[in-house]
């Protein structure tokens, strides 16, 4: 029942805690801003005290994030998935999409990164989705030329990665948001391998290319 609280609590922290910017910036400029935040909640025991409220279950895993650098940055891949196949995929068996108003579909949209990590983690654990769900960062930004839904693979050296996702709303505002992904089934040496560990999960049409 904690686990259950725990994960609620975090999805409204993930909602509430989006700070914005005026000025517009690089999407990569962006995503290391995301990684730094993160981070920093990591690397807080005060933050992680406050919400595991000493739930000593977290314990190893917590301590193997703690010790990764998040400076170190092995590679950074562009993702490009089909949004259609996206949806298709994180709502089969939960009911029809195109029964839902225009609002809720868009919502649903938004969310499509952070749904897909939720969905990587479950598969590795209870745990693992807890986690990454706490440690999640948001900032919003000006950048009109965002035009639809952008997602960034940054990988570290400890093994661990991280999708950051950019979602356009109205104005050119767009909202950066980041989640540690957790799953070690998952291999993302190579952009093939970032392509094929995508497709066991069932995206069948994925592009990854390498930025750095």
């Known amino acids: 029942m904690k686990k259950v609280i725990l994960i609620l609590t975090a999805l409204i922290l993930c909602i509430s805690m989006v700070s ?3 000025a517009s910036k690089s999407v990569l400029d962006k995503g290391d801003e995301i990684v730094s935040l993160v981070s920093e909640m990591v690397k807080s025991d005060e933050y992680a005290n406050i919400m595991f409220n000493n739930i000593s279950a977290y314990d190893e895993l917590l301590s193997e994030i703690k010790a990764t650098d998040f400076s170190k940055i092995t590679a950074i891949y562009e993702i490009e998935i089909s949004q259609d196949e996206l949806i298709e995929l994180l709502a089969s068996n939960n009911g029809e999409i195109d029964k839902l108003p225009k609002s809720l579909k868009d919502r649903l949209v938004q969310g499509l990164g952070s749904s897909l990590v939720s969905r990587i983690n479950s598969q590795a654990g209870t745990d693992e989705l807890v986690i990454s769900s706490v440690f999640n960062a948001s900032k919003c930004f000006v950048d009109k030329s965002i035009k639809g839904n952008q997602y ?18 109205e104005d050119g505002a767009v909202t950066a948001s980041g989640s540690l992904i957790l799953n070690d089934t998952l291999k993302f040496d190579t952009a093939d391998e970032v392509e094929s560990s995508f497709m066991v999960l069932g995206i069948k049409t994925i592009n990854a290319t390498k930025l750095k």
């Open 152 to 169: 960034l693979l940054y990988v570290f050296e400890s093994g661990y990665s991280m999708l950051i996702s950019f979602t356009p709303h």
């Open 20 to 22: 914005c910017d005026g």
